[in-house]
């Protein structure tokens, strides 16, 4: 891995710790693959210290630009997939 996740420096260590997770659960996603369900907590867990929509952009783009991973497609991939399926993209 040789980029860096994208932060703020307003949010709280607990905060922080919260979005690499999430931003790691959408690297799994892509790397071995990862089930429906966790996705989805995660992003919950992400949108209650980013709910702007357009903070949620800038971020997965930041990501996005850096890794090549999408956190739209992955949100989108997932909230189409049944429950508790194993999503690999």
């Known amino acids: 891995m040789e980029y860096e996740y ?29 089930y429906r369900d966790d996705i989805l907590t995660e992003y919950r867990k992400f949108k209650q210290i980013v709910p702007s929509k357009s903070e949620e952009r800038r971020y997965g783009k930041e990501f ?22 194993y999503i690999k993209m």
């Open 6 to 34: 994208p932060f703020s420096i307003d949010w709280s260590k607990d905060e922080i710790m919260i979005v690499i997770h999430f931003f790691q659960t959408i690297e799994q996603a892509y790397e071995r693959g990862a």
């Open 64 to 85: 996005e630009l850096s890794s090549g991973y999408s956190l739209y497609k992955t949100i989108e991939n997932a909230k189409s997939c049944a429950s508790n399926q």
